[in-house]
């Protein structure tokens, strides 16, 4: 082969030089005796060859393949320096489906249309969860990682990207080659196999878990037999390697000794968590089912993005605890408030998830019915998409303000922040450490729950093993590692994987799928369809009514879990899991008779890290405590109004070094008093200058803050009911309309209440806000970008890409000049003039407010030739949401049918 390949990098190059614009690459002469090389091989080296001879920009790279089918072939084939992609094979296919008339309705170039369009959606997705805006940007780009391929073949064809696992070369994926095109060309003509890639087929390909695998764990937490368990991982042991962790074996640390000599289940247990699934992914009863279960044996549930209904924060009447330990704050900041951020032990900053890295959360509208529509402050029907992460975290700078709010409205919570299993992942995890977080979770690819579209099930993200055991290596020559917990998920199910993974380096363990397959889940992999038959995974009453999970089949799978680690440890002569964390030592590579698996190689996640410290982290530490903000001084002279529900005004100087003013007060106030225990504005505090991020983060209802100066990002953040406003004072020798007075990322998953502010905001005001009220007068970019409720009145220019993946609440801009048309993304939107006495009079309204709150002299002016000014006002309002409108947009015409 690399003759072969050396030949046609020499034709590309003489070809180019002799004045050629176009390359192809094709296939499509393949027969008996000639075999293809791969083309992302053949596409990897000719652009790398043409990228050093410096020729690459005087010719296109085009390909015709007949290998590229999904959008995950076309993402390869691109980004290692294809120009254009011609699937013809997949053509050819859709051709035959038209003969045989499979495909009513339709014409050919409709149906081929139809399959380059979700080609093409499915190759933004990909750029966007990225960063990417351009396909130029993306070609050539390496924006991926190899798993198991030859390090020096990917230093060669594929430059920039990493190969952490080396494994593969020529040699191995020429035998592999031969080995098709023999089994092709070489026995009868068959059907092709169905394969089984997303659905397990019983002649495809292998899953990790599969039928038989399902029934015996089942089997063994019905019962309670440990006998069942060991069945159950004799199957598993069976089933042949599918993970990396398969191909490492226990080396003995000594002399074995007597179980009873380990360390409890009950102690092993309390390690063991339950991860991050949504409730709106999981039923309430299942979702409900799995805190109760890690409650009874005090270990931690995960309640993932979506909130947690306010009801399961009390005991039931049995004594059961249904509220889960650990509270998430993804980037859609579904159902976060601040009495959902005081209800935990702990709370979770999901900065990316496993099995779907760099997209924001999805949950598709079938599942969004009126329960879960509540808890996340959003419409019923409507699809919840979550903005990515970079929406909220552009740096460890913007992470480690989220951990210094969330460890001011939580004075007693942890916070772990999440983080995806990759190659350079150990970096990242040294500046979340030092970033004072208390845990740090790398999530693997394995898992993923009932909210993922197909194309994020397959080719995204990677395995744990290398994640973790590059965070532990990095933590500890850093000498960090004591400084936090390590926390690792994606496709546990047995101990002899969570010793494995303390090995590695871990110190807590999550276990999610097993967790659901033990509660009924029977794998039919049709959790984004609102199917489920067995009741986990669906919001539909009917399937609910069959959920026969219960918190005791939970607790037996992790008690048998805790039993398996038990003896694993005494057979290896150590009697805690604490002794074997960071043991890579005591793990070795073993054959497994293939010899594609035997070549990879596993030393870099087996490199013990020199260090005097640690080697894990401890779990019954108390937290990384951040400095105090100002609230300190507040919440003591807020005494009286804070234990009485007085009414209090109170006034101090602010410097913008004092960050998150408000939000420890705002603690108090819903530990005291609850989400609505106080009246607006009971507690009046009045700052003078400039005020540092994340000002009034999570307040709520009973506080104001009054801010005559100016605001630094992140002001109302996550606001939960409390009143902003900020205006300059009246010496100020600027026009405030003209001038920016808040910062970047306002009102960044507000959930209620207002704010007012004399002057323009920066970039990605009211992104995900789902019920708070905001008069600003301007905005840079991104404005209202994922809103799924309350109010947004702009009462000036607008930056590009104003409101990018609205599905709720409302907006009204003043566009005097003409020019928001060219800036909003109107793929979601009904886009209108204010032409209704009713909307009219309840925008004028509304201004009349702001100017009585901030004295704006923009607000007043335009107040005073309203009959004017209304006819240059935009109404947005998303086109899914205008049948729930208390009055339609317009007097003549009903646009609610616009929808």
């Known amino acids: 082969m690399k003759p072969a390949l050396d030949r046609i990098q020499s034709e590309a190059e003489d070809a180019v030089r002799g004045g050629c614009e176009h390359i192809m690459l094709t296939d499509m002469a393949a027969d008996a005796s000639r075999m293809p090389i791969p083309m992302i091989l053949a596409t990897g080296a000719v652009h790398s060859h043409l990228v050093r001879q410096q020729l690459r920009t005087f010719a296109s790279v085009n390909v015709q393949s007949g290998e590229c089918l999904d959008v995950h072939h076309f993402a390869v084939l691109v980004g290692v320096g294809a ?5 013809y094979l997949a053509e050819w296919t859709i051709a035959e489906r038209m003969e045989k008339g499979l495909l009513e309705g339709l014409n050919m170039p409709q149906a081929v249309a139809n399959y380059k369009k979700a080609i093409e959606d499915g190759l933004l997705k990909i750029m966007a969860k990225m960063g990417i805006s351009v396909i130029a940007s993306y070609r050539g780009g390496y924006n991926f990682e190899a798993l198991g391929l030859s390090r020096s073949l990917v230093a060669h064809y594929f430059p920039p990207m990493s190969s952490r696992i080396s494994g593969l070369g020529l040699n191995g994926i020429e035998q592999r080659l031969r080995e098709m095109h023999d089994k092709a060309f070489g026995g009868e003509a068959t059907l092709l196999p169905v394969g089984g890639l997303l659905r397990y087929r019983k002649s495809g390909e292998r899953h990790a878990f599969d039928g038989q695998m399902i029934h015996a764990m089942q089997h063994a937490c019905d019962t309670g037999s440990f006998d069942s368990w060991k069945k159950y991982v004799s199957i598993i042991e069976r089933q042949g390697p599918v993970n990396l962790r398969d191909l490492l074996d226990f080396k003995s640390g000594g002399e074995a000794v007597r179980v009873e000599d380990v360390e409890s289940i009950t102690e092993i247990r309390k390690r063991l968590v339950s991860p991050g699934i949504s409730l709106g992914a999981l039923s309430p009863e299942a979702h409900e089912t799995l805190s109760i279960a890690m409650n009874r044996i005090g270990a931690k549930s995960d309640s993932g993005e979506g909130g947690e209904d306010p009801e399961r924060f009390s005991l039931r009447e049995n004594g059961d605890n249904p509220s889960s330990a650990i509270k998430q704050v993804a980037s859609g900041r579904f159902g976060v408030t601040a009495e959902y951020l005081n209800n935990c032990q702990e709370l979770e900053i999901k900065v990316a998830q496993g099995a779907k890295p760099g997209e924001g959360g999805q949950l598709p509208g079938i599942k969004v019915n009126s329960i879960i529509a509540k808890l996340r402050h959003s419409t019923p029907g409507v699809t919840l998409i979550s903005p990515p992460p970079h929406h ?21 919570a942890r916070v772990c922040v999440k983080l995806v299993a ?60 004591d400084k936090v917990v390590l926390r690792t998920d994606g496709g546990l199910k047995t101990g002899r994987d969570i010793v494995v993974a303390a090995m590695l380096g871990a110190d807590e363990y999550g276990i999610g799928t097993a967790a659901l397959v033990a509660m009924g889940c029977i794998m039919v992999r049709q959790c984004h369809s609102n ?61 497994r008779g293939d010899a594609a698996l035997d070549d990879l190689d596993l030393n870099p996640i087996l490199v013990q890290a020199i260090t005097d410290g640690q080697r894990g982290g401890d779990i019954k530490a108390p937290r990384v405590e951040v400095p105090d903000t100002l609230d300190a001084q507040i919440v003591k002279d807020a005494e009286s109004a804070l234990e009485t529900g007085g009414k209090m005004q109170l006034s101090y100087n602010i410097e913008n070094t004092q960050r998150a003013i408000g939000t420890r007060l705002s603690s108090h106030i819903v530990r005291k008093f609850g989400m609505t225990g106080l009246s607006e504005a009971q507690i009046n505090v009045r700052l003078r200058g ?12 009973g506080l104001r803050l009054d801010v005559i100066g100016d605001a630094n990002d992140y002001v109302g953040k996550g606001l939960s009911g409390g009143m902003i406003t900020v205006r300059p004072s009246n010496s100020a020798g600027f026009v405030a309309a003209q001038n920016t007075i808040i910062g970047n990322t306002v009102l960044y998953g507000a959930t209620a209440g207002k704010l ?21 007068e301007g905005c840079g970019s991104n404005g209202c970008e994922y809103m799924t409720g309350g109010e947004t009145i702009i009462l000036g220019e607008v930056g590009s890409n104003f409101g990018a993946g609205m599905t709720g609440g409302m907006a009204f801009i003043y566009d005097e000049a003409g020019t928001f048309m060219d800036n909003v993304n109107p793929e979601t939107l009904l886009i209108t003039r204010v032409t209704t006495d ?20 923009l607000g007043k002016k335009l107040l005073n030739q309203w009959s004017k000014v209304v006819g240059h006002f935009w109404h947005v309002v998303p086109k899914e949401v205008l049948e729930t409108l208390p009055h339609p947009l317009a007097d003549d015409v009903d646009l609610r049918d616009a929808s």
């Open 83 to 87: 120009t254009t992609v011609n699937a």
């Open 392 to 412: 909220d975290i552009y740096s460890i700078e913007d992470l480690a303000q989220l951990i210094y709010d969330l460890k001011q409205i939580n004075p007693e």
């Open 422 to 481: 990759s190659t350079g992942i150990g970096t990242i995890a040294a500046g979340v450490a030092k970033a004072k977080a208390d845990t740090i979770l790398i999530s693997g690819h394995g898992g993923g729950t009932g909210a993922s579209p197909q194309s994020s099930i397959k080719h995204a993200g990677m395995p744990w093993e290398i994640g973790l055991s590059e965070v532990h290596q990095v933590l500890s020559m850093n000498d960090l590692r």
């Open 531 to 591: 199917t489920c038959p067995v009741g986990v995974c669906t919001q539909r009453d009917d399937l609910r009514a069959k959920f026969e999970g219960t918190p005791e089949k939970v607790v037996q799978l992790f008690t048998h879990v805790a039993e398996e680690v038990r003896e694993i440890l005494a057979s290896l002569g150590f009697t805690s899991l604490q002794e074997v964390i960071g043991r890579t030592d005591l793990l070795s590579q073993v054959s």
């Open 690 to 701: 400039p005020a540092g991020q994340s000002l009034g983060a999570f307040a709520v209802q």
């Open 756 to 776: 007012f502010a004399a002057g323009q905001a920066g970039e990605r005001l009211c992104v995900r806000n789902s019920g708070a009220t905001a008069i600003v």
């Open 838 to 857: 009713y909307w009219a009079k309840h925008l004028e309204g509304m201004i009349e407010t702001h100017v009585a709150e901030t004295d704006s002299a």
